[in-house]
């Protein structure tokens, strides 16, 4: 089945805090998981992403976390500032882009 | 450079019309493929077009139709509008036809069916 559960819905988080954004999938055909930030009126734009080959991957302050056994990979946004404030989108790709559900992540000042 | 380019940004229809957008690629990329994005939600695949064929096609009615032009610039046609067809539709551009290397995101066209 070609799908990717993302949680939590929605997200608040102080500024200077920690954003944990989780996702699941079913087809092992998967073969790039890249993460989409959208603001309001706007397209997705790319992240960050990584291969299965790889348990973890680290661009500045944002670092994905993957469990190739699980099934699973997270998205953990460190010292999370109010400009982060956006709605987040795992992603799981064979020919065509599979999206989770999104998550509306709103940092506080 | 420019990235990838949709027109309109926004559109109202009424329903039983037809609706054309359209769409630029960032230059170089031959792969065009269109997400359908409800709100609320996220981005549903529509189709791919890889060298002005079509290389795959998600769950949507045959109403929606679709193609690559040779500068591989790509128009996305909707006939018979539904009240359900409003939401954001975007395009994705990438170099290549596998889509596990970048893809760039239009800004969009919000569509609106009254």
């Known amino acids: 089945q070609q799908q990717v559960k993302q949680s939590p819905q929605s997200l608040i988080v102080q500024k200077g805090g920690i954003s944990i954004i989780n996702c699941a999938y079913e087809?092992?055909?998967?073969?790039?998981f890249p993460w989409y930030q959208q603001f309001p009126g706007k397209g997705p734009a790319l992240l960050i992403a990584?291969?299965?080959?790889?348990s973890e991957k680290k661009e500045g302050r944002f670092t994905i976390s993957f469990n190739k056994s699980a099934k699973q990979f997270s998205l953990h946004i460190m010292d999370s500032q109010p400009g982060d404030s956006a709605t987040y989108f795992c992603?799981?790709?064979?020919?065509?882009?599979?999206f989770g559900s999104g998550t509306q992540l709103t940092v506080l000042p | 450079d420019a990235g990838v380019t949709q027109s309109p940004t926004h559109l109202i229809k009424t329903r039983g019309q037809h609706v054309t957008l359209r769409c630029s690629p960032i230059?170089?990329?031959?792969?065009v493929s269109w997400y359908q994005q409800v709100l609320g939600q996220g981005p549903q695949f529509i189709f791919q077009?890889?060298?002005?064929?079509?290389?795959g096609r998600g769950n949507f009615p045959d109403r929606f139709s679709a193609r690559q032009f040779p500068n591989y610039s790509s128009e996305l046609n909707v006939n018979a509008l539904l009240l359900g067809d409003s939401a954001l539709y975007l395009c994705?551009?990438?170099?290549?036809?596998?889509?596990?290397?970048?893809?760039?995101f239009g800004q969009g066209t919000r569509l609106t069916v009254v």
């Open positions: 992603a799981a790709t064979t020919r065509q882009l599979t």
């Open positions: 990584i291969r299965p080959d790889v």
């Open positions: 994705a551009s990438s170099l290549t036809v596998t889509m596990n290397t970048e893809a760039f």
């Open positions: 087809n092992t055909a998967f073969d790039y």
């Open positions: 230059s170089g990329h031959k792969s």
């Open positions: 077009y890889y060298e002005k064929e079509e290389r």
